[in-house]
C-alpha cells in the first residue's frame, strides 16, 4: 500500500485499463479508481479494449475513457505517455485481446495490478493479488482504505464500487462474499448512495429482443445431461441473430442453470465468427476454473470462469460432455 500510494502521488499521468468484453466488475472498479484518482488531481484516462455491453454505459458518464479497438494508435500514445498504467480486474496481459497486449511492451509506465483472479502471471511491477475477495470493486474500497484516504469516497466513487461487488457477487449470493463485503455496502449507504437505481439500470432495462432470446435459450436450448448435476445451453450464431443479438444479452443467462433445484454446473457455449466463448458456474464442492483452464484455455475463478475452443459449437460440447467426469468430486 505504501508502493501504490507513493506511485500515485508522485506521478501525474496514469492510465487505468481493463480486460476485454468488460463485465460490471470491470467497469466498476475502473470507474470507481479512476474517480478516485480524480480527486487526487491526477491526469486520468480509462482505455478499454473494446465496448462494453449498453446497460454499462450511463455509468461511464463524466469519465474520461476510449476504446482500443476503434482508435488503437491513440491509446497506445496515451500509455506511451503516462507514468502509471493500472491494471484492473485481469491478472494476465493477454486478457486485453492480442491486439490490445502489444502496449505492455510499448509503454515504460510503471505497471500496477489490482485483481482478484487467481494464479496471475508476472506482469506487472507491483501486483497486488487477492483472489478470496469477491471483487476487484472491492479491492478498490480496501485498497483506498488501506491507504488512509477512505474520506475520500464520495456518492460517486460508491456507485463503481457497488457495481462491481453486485455484479461479481450475482447480487451479493455467491460463497466470496463475506462480512467485510456488508460493512462496505453499509459504509455506501452511509454516504448516500442509492443502491436501487444501480439494481434498476442493469437488471430493468430488458429490451423485447433480449427477453424473447432468453426465453427461447430457456425453452429450447436447455439440457441437462443425464444422471449428472449438470447443464448446458448453447447459442448458435443464427439463432443470436434471429434475435438481433446485442452485446449483454446473454449476461447472467448460465446462472439460469443453476437455480434449477440440484444442478451443481451451468455451461453456456455461445458460437462467434472467431469459435466458441464458454462460461462456467458452479457451486458446492464442483470447481470449474482449474477444469477450464486445463480443457479450454480459461481461468477464473473456482465457482465462474470462462474458456473458448476454436472448434465448432457442435465439436465443442461434445468435446465438453466427454470430459465432465473430471469435474466431479
Not at 10 to 29: F, L, Y
Not at 72 to 86: G, K
Not at 251 to 256: K, R, S, W, Y
Not at 272 to 296: D, L, M, Q, T
Request: glycine share 8%.
Amino acid at each position: 500500500m505504501q508502493e501504490l500510494k507513493k506511485r500515485i502521488e508522485e506521478n501525474e499521468n496514469q492510465v487505468i485499463t481493463t480486460h476485454k468484453s468488460p463485465d460490471g466488475d470491470a467497469i466498476g472498479s475502473s470507474v470507481a479508481w479512476y474517480r478516485f484518482l480524480k480527486k487526487k488531481n491526477r491526469n486520468v484516462v480509462l482505455i478499454l479494449p473494446d465496448q462494453p455491453p449498453a446497460f454499462l454505459l450511463p455509468f461511464l458518464r463524466n469519465v474520461d475513457y476510449l476504446v482500443y479497438e476503434d482508435n488503437p494508435d491513440y491509446a497506445t500514445q496515451i500509455s506511451c505517455e503516462a507514468n502509471v498504467l493500472f491494471c484492473l480486474d485481469y491478472n494476465a496481459k493477454g486478457r486485453v485481446g492480442t491486439e490490445m497486449e502489444s502496449l505492455f511492451d510499448k509503454t515504460t509506465a510503471f505497471k500496477i495490478m489490482i485483481d482478484h483472479h487467481t494464479n496471475p502471471d508476472a506482469f506487472c511491477d507491483l501486483m497486488i493479488s487477492r483472489p478470496t475477495v469477491c471483487s476487484t470493486a472491492q479491492m478498490i474500497y480496501q485498497c483506498i482504505q488501506e491507504m488512509g484516504e477512505l474520506d475520500k469516497i464520495d456518492v460517486t466513487i460508491a456507485e463503481g464500487i457497488y457495481l462491481g461487488i453486485m455484479t461479481d457477487t450475482g447480487s451479493f449470493r455467491f460463497p466470496s462474499v463475506d462480512k467485510h463485503t456488508h460493512q462496505i455496502l453499509a459504509h455506501l449507504l452511509e454516504i448516500g448512495l442509492e443502491h436501487h437505481h444501480i439494481h434498476e439500470a442493469i437488471y430493468d432495462v430488458n429490451s423485447m429482443d433480449r427477453l424473447q432470446l432468453r426465453g427461447y435459450a430457456i425453452a429450447e436450448k436447455l439440457e441437462i445431461l443425464e444422471g449428472l448435476p449438470i447443464g448446458i445451453i448453447s447459442l448458435t450464431l443464427d439463432e443470436l441473430n434471429r434475435f438481433n443479438y446485442q452485446k449483454g444479452d446473454t449476461e447472467g443467462l448460465v446462472n439460469v442453470i443453476l437455480s434449477i433445484e440440484g444442478m451443481q454446473v451451468g455451461a453456456f457455449f455461445t458460437e462467434r465468427k472467431e469459435g466458441v466463448k464458454i462460461s462456467f458456474r458452479s457451486k458446492g464442492n464442483y470447481y470449474v476454473n482449474e477444469f477450464s483452464a486445463r480443457n479450454f484455455g480459461g481461468g477464473g475463478h473456482k465457482y465462474a470462469a470462462g474458456g473458448e475452443s476454436s472448434d465448432s459449437l457442435d465439436v465443442t460440447i461434445e468435446r465438453f460432455k466427454s470430459l465432465v467426469w473430471e469435474l466431479i468430486p
